[in-house]
Structures are given as C-alpha cells and as structure tokens.
C-alpha cells in the first residue's frame, strides 16, 4: 500500500507539481526528461496529484527547465570534477541521481519536512549529503565547505518565493564562506512575477510569488564581485528538439517576443 505523505503546509505542496511533472514526462515515449525516481515516489505515496490542476504547457516547461539546468550542471561537473554541488530549495529533485551520482561534493537543501520524506527516497553517502533548514536561516552556511576552489549553487523554482532582501542576504553569506561559486536559477521577469499569483496550481497551494527581475545587471551591485554570465531561453535550447511539432513552433514564435522571451528564463552568474 502506497505511504502517505508527511504534512506538508500548503506553501511547500508546491514541490509536488514539479514531482508529478517529472513523472507524467517520463512515461511518455519520447520525453522531454527521463526521471525514474520522480516515478518510483510518486507511485508509493498516497496523495492526489491530480488535484495539483497542472497545466500541460506548464508541465512542459518544469520539465525543460530541469533539463536544461541538468546539462549545465552536468557540463560544469565534467570540466570541474573537485567542484562543490549546493542545491538550494531541492524539493524531492532527483537531479544527483540523474546525473548518475557524480562524485563529487554534492549537498540537497530544503525545510526539515521536505527532508524527512526525502529520506524516504534518498540515502545520504560519502558525497552526497541532505541538510534540513530553510534557505533563509543562515546558521546552514557552515555546513559548506569553506573556500572551495570551484563550487556551483543551484536554484530551481526557488527565488521568485523570497524576497529580495532575503536573495541579496543569501548570496553575501555564500560569498563570505564559500568565496567564488557560479550560481544558476531560473527567474519570472516582474510582469510574469505579477501574473503568475493567478496560476491554479499556486492557487491551490496557497504559495506566494515575490521576486522578479527583467534586467540581469540589476543584480550587478548586490553583493561585491558578482557578475551576470548568460541567460538561457526556455523558448530558444538545444532541447525544443525534443518537444512536439505544434509546441516546438509556439515556442519558436514566442521567442520573436521579448515580453514572452524574457517571462521565464534561467540565469547565471558568478560571484568571486
């Protein structure tokens, strides 16, 4: 008989629509993204996923999103196999074992309770390493290695939740432990942060959306040595390959538009 989950307060259910994303996707014959342990949890939990109300172009797009920052990550590894790996606001992303369990210095961060079910899922080992705290109590910093010669922070469906004063606190304490890090995530530009509050699966959750940002310099003075690499557009990837002739083409249109461009997007930078 399938578990139930732990309790999750209504904000933090927002994890789960990424989850089942991952797991529609993966059935498919041709998916966007394979994630066989976005399957095996959601077969052997007790919750209605269908109540998530998750839009399949919705859908599409967790899932190239998790795609893309797998490739970057997996690239970044390659060519920096002592790096340090600090996954913010993890969820129960499955991206270390997608990765196929690189070795290296690997730590997955999320609330106490989301870690509690992680457990269930994910066993911790010599580089792999869970820490249960929220983003925003910074007594967690310590737990990173100090100066790290090349570490990447990740963060996936996280920032656009805190607000700024919260991101630029963030960034100045992994700048003081961790010294240099490159950091990707993906961001709303304001307009999507305003119109996104109307979407079914945040209105079921109750989450709420803080942050957005159109111009990647306007990070440029929040914390010493930061600066904006590149963005990679969800409408314009080495991925769009993989989606449907009909989505493939909206998507390729969409990009003629810097409004729709520029809605969603992943972004990065790096701290030294």
Known sequence: ???????????????????????????????????????????????????????????????????LIDNFARDFIRTNPKTVVLHLGCGL????????????????????????????????????????????????????PAG??????????????????????????????????????DAYSKYTARQVRKHPSLKKTGAKIYWGIDDPQEMAGWVPGIRFITEIYFTKNEELVNLGPGTRLSYKLAHLFPIARKAQRIMVYEVD
């Open 148 to 185: 790290s010669p090349v570490s990447l922070v990740i963060a996936e469906g996280l920032f656009m939740y805190l607000q700024e004063a919260d991101l630029k606190q963030l960034l100045e304490q992994l700048r003081v432990r961790v010294g240099h890090f490159t950091l990707i995530f």
């Open 93 to 144: 992303d499955s991206r270390y074992d997608r990765l196929h369990r690189p070795a290296v210095d690997w730590y997955d961060l999320d609330f106490p309770e989301v870690i509690e079910i992680r457990k269930r899922f994910f066993a911790e080992n010599d580089y792999y390493h869970l820490i249960a705290t929220s983003v925003t109590e910074f007594d967690w910093i310590d737990s990173i």
């Open 1 to 67: 008989m399938p578990d139930s989950l732990v309790q999750l307060a209504e904000e933090k259910e927002t994890l789960l629509v990424p989850l089942y994303g991952k797991a529609l996707e993966s059935r498919k014959k041709r998916p966007v993204l394979y994630d066989k342990k976005a399957m095996e949890i959601v077969n052997s939990v007790d919750y209605d996923f269908d109540s998530l109300k998750i839009p399949g172009k919705t859908n599409t797009l967790l899932c190239l999103r998790a795609k």
